[in-house]
């Protein structure tokens, strides 16, 4: 259905927005102006054109006035084109023959001088009611669901989101690069501020992960490649060898304490050393070994094959080679979360030169009841008791010249949880803490700081530390107190770094496979900051978790069910309705060049070769599924045939000529 | 049935598209049998007097070659409108301005100082330029003005349809006289080829375009089978109405675009720029940093001349701001 050619009954809708608008807009003139243009049947203004009255008020004027198509002289349309859109709906009309003139941003807010400020309002809605006219009628568009999902990281995050989509009935995949899931909050000890132990309370739910009927956990792989779109994504997936038969692997256990090999174990922040065949700890889910290729004497030096020869059960597989699955999945939460930044960038700490200048992850297994040193705080570089400790906040944080230009939000509290659990266990130790501000943000936050201070009496000074050193056995740290403008020194066993924390490795070349966007720091760029915190630009990937930005563990569960309840509301459906506004390819103008091919962000176009008469025709055929109408095609092609529909180039130059009279 | 009566005339052209009607070689008979020819510079001896003399409307088809140079072009332009009932626009010049229009790149001063001065064979101590009136001893005498600025036919009279080509090819001015006999003809304003562009007839090998680097014709011998564009030989085709028969394509060399513009597009030069823009080095666009993007586009020579060569004057830029 084409309204055009018909001649059009225009309503504008113009909005004071209390005094946002009507205070340096005269509306009431703009009103005017507008309703002696041709096909303007309608013309009149509201205090809140967005309110309940003022939606109902446009309803019954359409119906009154019969109009056709309607302008509403507002604010930004990012704001509220869809309100209004859906009201005209409401009302009988195409939503998309409803536009919006930005009267505030792009008038009233910017300028003072009253007449001026008319004049221009005129004219953009002028230019808009000219774009209107020769909108066309669009109807959304149906994309079939697939209702699986793909999570990206088994982290905290990833294995809440993975949870709570299985729970509402759908298929899940949970994609984890380690062979645990698990994520940092594995590693942790205690956690704040509730001092809950990190792994009684996230065991419980990796076990549920694992043991989830809608949930397969594709551990020790990775993302080789994604295609496809909302509703209808192809993933592959890389399962990586593990040189060891989990499907029949019981997880015994036999084989790990007989192989020759140590290395630094990750899991323990290199603390204590683990096998070349290994779990990363004794709680891993899945439970079950594998060979790190890299350090097993066999695949180094072809020889040893110990575990082969203990394994009962012949679980020991040499020769397993990765393989690759692929999974259809209608959406993907990408939950990749964090790393700390490396302590060797920290050098005027010594950090990664000094082996008592450590990582808050580091704390983090001394204080663990399940780390190397059974939750005894032991210095790293002789194993003796810690007396003094510093720890220093904002080690590479909130630092524009040389670091991170961010606060990494969690340290505060981190320190303030490491300086009390460090004096429970050493009474009559001594924590300082170097902090630039303490921001204690959250639920029973500052509660937990205040005991921290003043029932644990950990010593805070508001400065930045300048330089770490080693003197003898111990580290000596010299800070100045900026309340007092004094300089400190302290000498002490132990200094943990605060570090900055950063998106995980390998972001980058996820972010490409994704096609998702990253902010200046690398942290996955949601679609709109307030608005749509957990979705990406891409529809149909969302983000959970630190891989979006700094977070504990509270905001990344809480983000992780806010990106499951969307992908449910997605799958809720069984077709998708997607904008119309994309790009159109005028068969009987495309000339087949091939020139806006290979342009499309998001592969929506492809040739599309017919063979008639011994003669091949080459057109290029849109994907209405894919293309995301971003432009790019119709702006390259030579020959008018890529079009955006309802965009403004049909009829630009009566739009700018109104604005011109 | 009567005889129809038309007309051919030629304003500032190179008097190929005079010839251009010869083109169709023995077919001439057959319309020679079917309309009077009332005027044809090229063929006959008529004069201005008899044109004026003529009823209005009296001519049924006017074919019009040649851009608006002088005011005697734009004075039989006025003329020749009133007296037709049809004006066709025939061929480059008259449709988009064509290469006479790339002198608005300068104005009547450059010109003329160019020609009757600076020219390397030129002699012109007295500095003679030419005036649109002075006495000799018979009289007063008056030539035309010449302009600053060239214009196509329809930016001074109103334009029935369009011949595109330089000059218009065979098949498209058969199929023009037989559409003007017959009657057969679209609305009006319509340009009477087809609205794809030439890619759609081209038969070379097409590859989704991605472009490397630029060559020019001579720098490069040309793979008769590939799409020049996918060779790095700017080829207009893309950006080009099609009708031609690809005759230049034929003997291997690119389309340089006198076909004009696509229906659906409002400047041609424009969007072939755009278009090449977009594809040129897309696959290692990240490696590319300010200094390499200029020397890539550096290897374009003449933009105007390649992009521009035949649209200028009907081109959203139309001439170049002299101050
Ligand atoms: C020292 C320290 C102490 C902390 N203490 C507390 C505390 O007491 N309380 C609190 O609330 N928060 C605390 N936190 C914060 C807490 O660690 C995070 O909030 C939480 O771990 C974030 O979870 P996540 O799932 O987003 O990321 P992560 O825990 O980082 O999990 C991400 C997972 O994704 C995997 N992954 C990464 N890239 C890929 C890929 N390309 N493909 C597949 N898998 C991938 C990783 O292997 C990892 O398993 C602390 C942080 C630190 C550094
Ligand atoms: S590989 Fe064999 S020995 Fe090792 S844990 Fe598995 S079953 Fe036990
Ligand atoms: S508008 Fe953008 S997304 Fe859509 S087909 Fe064109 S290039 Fe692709
Ligand atoms: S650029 Fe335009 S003409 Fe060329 S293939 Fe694409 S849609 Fe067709
Ligand atoms: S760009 Fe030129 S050579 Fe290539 S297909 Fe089009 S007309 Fe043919």
Known sequence: MDTNSSSPRVGVFVCHCGSNIAGTVDVEKVAQEISKMEGVAYAGSYIYMCSDPGQKLMRETIEKEKLDRIVVAACSPTLHEKTFRINSKNAGLNPYQCEISNIREHCSWVHEDKAKATEKAIKITKSIVEKVKNDSSLTDIEVPITKKAVVIGGGVAGIQAALDIANGGYKTYLVERDSSIGGKMAKLSETFPTLDCSQCILTPKMVEAANHPNIELLTYSEVENVSGYLGNFKVKIKKKPTSVKWDICTGCGDCYPKCPVKVPSEFQEGLAKRTAIYTPFPQAVPNKPVIDRENCLYYQKGICKICEKICKIGAIDFEMQEEIVEVDAGAIVVATGYQEYPLQNLSDYGGGRYPNVISGLKFERLLSASGPTGGQVLRPSDGKPVKDVVFVQCAGSRDIEEHKPYCSKICCMYTAKHAMLFKHKVHDGNAYVFYIDVRTAGKDYEEFYYRTTEEDHALYTRGKVSKIFEDGDKVVVWGVDTLTGKKVEIRADLAVLATAIEPSSGIMELKQKLKVSVDENGFLKEAHPKLRPVESMTSGIFFAGAAQGPKDIPESVSQAGAAASKVLSMFSADFLHKEPLICEINEDVCSGCGICIMLCPYGALEAEITTKDNKETKRSKLNEALCQGCGTCSSACPSGAATMRNDISKNMFKMIEVILE | ?323
């Open chain 2, 1 to 323: 049935m009567s005889k129809a009566n038309i007309a051919f005339y030629w304003a500032a052209s190179c008097g190929g598209c005079e010839i251009a009607v010869l083109d169709i070689n023995e077919k001439i008979l057959d319309i020679i049998e079917k309309a009077n020819i009332l005027m044809w510079p090229v063929a006959m001896d008529t004069k201005y007097e008899d044109l004026k003399k003529m009823k209005d409307k009296s001519i049924d088809v006017c074919f019009f070659n040649g851009a608006i140079r002088t005011s005697e072009n734009e004075e039989l332009a006025h003329l020749l409108r009133k007296k037709s009932k049809i004006l066709v626009a025939f061929g480059s010049c008259a449709h988009e301005g064509c290469i006479p229009a790339l002198a608005n790149l300068f104005n009547k001063k450059l010109i003329f100082d160019r020609a009757y001065q600076e020219t390397e064979t030129t002699v012109n101590k007295e500095n003679t330029l030419p005036m649109t009136s002075f006495d000799v001893k018979e009289g007063e005498i008056h030539i035309p003005e010449f302009y600053d600025t060239v214009k196509t036919l329809d930016q001074v009279v109103e334009v029935d349809y369009y011949l595109p080509g330089c000059p218009p090819t065979p098949n498209i001015v058969e199929d023009a006289f037989n559409k003007f006999l017959t009657g057969d003809l679209p609305p009006k304003g319509a340009v009477l080829a087809p609205v794809k562009a030439l890619c759609d007839e081209c038969p070379r090998k097409k590859k989704d375009k991605t472009i490397e680097t630029i060559y020019r014709v001579y720098e490069k011998e040309a793979d008769p089978e590939k799409c020049f564009l996918d060779q790095g030989i700017i080829c207009m085709g893309p950006a080009t109405r099609s009708g031609c028969g690809h005759q230049c394509i034929k003997g291997n060399m690119p389309c340089t675009g006198c076909f004009g513009k696509t229906p659906e597009v409002n400047d041609q030069g424009a969007k072939m720029i755009s278009a090449l823009a977009s594809v040129l080095a897309v696959e290692n666009e990240i490696e590319l940093d300010e200094k390499k993007v200029e020397e890539l586009i550096s290897k374009i020579k003449d933009p105007v001349g390649t992009f521009y060569r035949y649209s200028l004057a009907s081109s959203f830029i139309k001439r170049k701001v002299i101050k």
